[in-house]
């Protein structure tokens, strides 16, 4: 009798939570951990009073408002109706519902894909899902975790399960060792202007390789935030010991010997040697330079010392649509990428507004000086990163350079509060998405990793960070 191949990551956690396989259908999947904010969750919240029910398991869901909020001035009352409106509801529905609610200015408030992680909420093993695309950054943790749509979000607080078909298995190998001066956002830019926006559709990809190793869990999270924006449902990674020092002592971590007893099973969930993928593909760090994006989507990004791409080097189907993106950008093919002028610089969002990205903004900037004519918002990801940037000095370096730190929110990621890039303005973003419109009507943006983010508003020009390590 011929032996079964072994199991993928992915495969022995999906089929430890399948509640029920539908013949030809979806999956019953239960989830561990819902995350919600007060965008996505009003209208699942009104599905379940319609029907007359209540959340079946209100002590694993989690709830912050973090994408329509203002990013100054959180103390006084939010001007904005709509997000006065939500986040009133948010706070309204949890009280209602015995959902644990961290909000504005509570010590735990932020981005929802960032305290998860902080607070030792987001654990291996675990089946996640949140109204939200980026909910794939808690793959990074060895978990299953990725977005979901409104009527899915009711679904989940009625049932604590969700249908959900099973994707392909995919892995990405990065092997070698990262020049200076590259980070993980250039690593999953890098990804992703190789396989393209679609290149991931239909799989949920584990990453692997030395590369990925090397990565700090910030990085690791940078790398599974981006995952979605290559088509793909998800991103993981396989936990170790990074991953058990990153959670230890964390709030809501298990603690002492049943920390340990965690970390005994968590350490089985790997692919297994013979694990069969759909897919495989492998990429060498020698090769990965700092990227950034010229397009109107993520997979249109390029070394920061190439040329913006002939029309002649792109396939064949998608020119119409990338001479649009180069029109809507103002952008010239076969020009130089660096030296154009910057007008805004935006270090944040779910992607790199943890501590680490703050940190290693403020070590880059330390005695330089922005340039006049660029706006440069820094927004931390959470209460507890903001409060750490003020304790280790990071807001005084930030301060006296002339960067803006911010309070907590997606802020300029999406534009839904007041932290919109002006039409026409060209912004240097450290967030996961450039499509059109995307930081505010008739805004273009570049994306990039926060040093290059960093050395844009420093020169008022896109730059290579390296030359100025």
């Not at 990674?237 to 990074?242: G, M, R």
């Not at 069969?276 to 070394?303: C, R, S, W």
């Not at 080097?313 to 993106?325: C, D, F, I, L, W």
């Not at 805004?443 to 983010?453: E, F, G, Q, V």
């Amino acid at each position: 009798m011929k032996e079964l191949a072994g199991k993928t990551l992915f495969d022995k956690i999906w089929d430890a939570h399948v509640v029920e396989e539908i013949k030809g259908g979806p999956s019953v999947l239960y989830i561990d951990k819902h995350l919600i904010h007060e965008v996505t969750s009003p209208q699942a919240f009104a599905g379940i009073d319609k029907r007359g029910i209540s959340v079946f398991r209100p002590q694993h869901t989690i709830a912050t408002p973090d994408h329509n909020i203002p990013t100054v001035d959180q103390h006084l009352t939010i001007q904005d109706e709509l997000s006065r409106f939500q986040v009133d509801k948010l706070t309204e529905n949890c009280e209602k519902h015995g959902v644990t609610l961290y909000g504005l200015n509570h010590p735990y408030q932020g981005i929802v894909h960032v305290i998860g992680p902080e607070l030792g909420i987001t654990q291996p093993g675990m089946t996640m899902v949140c109204g939200d695309s980026h909910t794939s950054t808690h793959g990074a943790f060895g978990s299953v975790a990725f977005g979901i749509g409104t009527s899915e979000v009711e679904m989940v607080l009625a049932t604590q399960c969700i249908l959900q078909p099973k994707p392909g298995k995919m892995r990405i190998t990065v092997d070698g060792e990262l020049p200076k001066g590259v980070t993980a956002k250039d690593v999953i830019l890098y990804i992703i202007s190789k396989i393209s926006t679609s290149g991931g559709t239909g799989y949920f990809i584990e990453y692997a390789g030395s590369v990925i190793r090397s990565l700090s869990m910030e990085g690791r999270m940078t790398v599974c935030n981006m995952s979605i924006e290559s088509g793909a449902r998800g991103g993981i990674i396989a936990p170790d010991e990074t991953t058990f020092d990153y959670i230890k002592e964390k709030e809501f971590a298990p603690k002492g010997e049943e920390f340990d007893r965690a970390v005994k099973s968590w350490k089985v969930l790997k692919s297994d040697e013979d694990a069969v993928f759909d897919q495989e593909l492998h990429f060498d760090a020698a090769d990965i330079e700092p990227m950034i994006t010229y397009g109107t989507n993520p997979g249109m990004g390029a070394k920061i010392t190439g040329h913006i791409p002939f029309v002649e080097e792109t396939e064949a189907g998608n020119r119409e649509s990338y001479k649009k993106s180069l029109a809507y950008m103002d952008f010239e093919a076969g020009t130089p990428i660096a030296g154009r002028k910057v007008d805004y610089v935006f270090v944040g969002s779910c992607t790199n507004g943890r501590i680490e990205d703050l940190r290693e903004v403020a070590t880059f900037i330390k005695g330089r000086q922005k340039a006049d004519h660029v706006t440069a918002w820094i927004v931390p990801g959470s209460k507890q990163v903001e409060k750490q940037a003020i304790k280790e000095g990071i807001a005084d370096v930030l301060e006296k350079a002339g960067f803006q730190l911010r309070q907590p929110g997606c802020s300029a990621c999406l534009a839904m509060n007041d932290d919109k890039v002006p039409e026409g303005k060209l912004a240097v973003s450290t967030s996961n998405r450039n499509f059109e419109g995307r930081q505010g009507p008739g805004s273009r943006t570049m994306l990039a990793s926060p040093i290059t983010a960093a050395a844009a508003a420093v020169t008022g020009t896109v730059t290579d960070p390296r030359s100025m390590l």
